[in-house]
């Protein structure tokens, strides 16, 4: 069975405050995501990896970085935490290109900013 | 711009009765479409997918439907069962984007009472 797994179930950080999500999968999958989740806008993306030390912006960037030095490890960072960042925080993978689109989810960070 | 959407926020059905939930999309190079659950504090998970060249995909009680002249997709769930109580997403991807990029849409929560 694959396995996504995230540091930390419920976090609760002060503004200002640099933060950072780690997401391990042990698949040795290529591809990673992070995604949050906000009621009513369903899961937003991002970034994204392909590869060690490759990156993507997805469609919400902003206030946000990923750091990929390993495969089976994709880390989100929150350069300076704000109240609008407060979300569901959820991590996903997949083997490669090709094989298929199913996402692998992991079981997600709740992240308060206070 | 929302590419993916799921109208009805919330469905309620009796146990034993069918669930419908429904998902349209704009962007007509989208060829591949998946549904996903997600129960509270866990992460999403895979149910079911179709590809553009078909218009049905069954797996046990789930049915997925793809209307692609109407851009519109639908899940059945045949018995519902209080089980099934979950927010349900769906998701598009295209091919030639070239990164497993998923779009989901707003989700739609569903309560089967039993």
């Known amino acids: 069975d694959v396995k996504v797994t995230q540091s930390s179930r419920y976090l609760v950080k002060r503004t200002g405050e640099k933060v950072f999500l780690e997401c391990v999968q042990d698949?040795?999958?290529?591809?990673m995501f992070w995604y949050r989740q906000d009621p009513g806008l369903g899961l937003r993306l991002i970034y994204f990896s392909y590869d060690v030390k490759m990156k993507e912006k997805g469609d919400i960037p902003e206030g946000y970085s990923v750091s990929r030095e390993k495969k089976e490890r994709f880390s989100l960072i929150l350069e300076s935490a704000s109240t609008n960042q407060t979300s569901m925080y959820l991590c996903?993978?997949?083997?490669?290109?090709?094989?298929?689109?199913?996402?692998?989810f992991g079981p997600g960070t709740r992240l308060t900013v206070t | 711009d929302q590419q993916v959407k799921q109208n009805s926020p919330s469905l309620s059905v009796q146990e034993g009765r069918i669930s419908i939930l429904n998902c349209d999309y704009t962007n007509s190079m989208f060829d591949y479409f998946l549904w996903y659950k997600k129960y509270p504090a866990e992460g999403p998970t895979f149910l079911i997918s179709i590809s553009s060249i078909k218009d049905k995909n069954e797996d046990g009680r789930f049915t997925v439907f793809l209307n692609k002249s109407a851009k519109h997709l639908s899940l059945h769930i045949v018995p519902s069962q209080p089980g099934d109580s979950a927010v349900y997403f769906c998701a598009a991807s295209h091919g030639s984007s070239n990164t497993g990029k998923l779009i989901f849409g707003q989700g739609t929560t569903l309560q089967v009472k039993p």
């Open positions: 698949m040795d999958h290529e591809n």
């Open positions: 996903a993978s997949i083997p490669h290109l090709g094989s298929s689109y199913e996402q692998y």
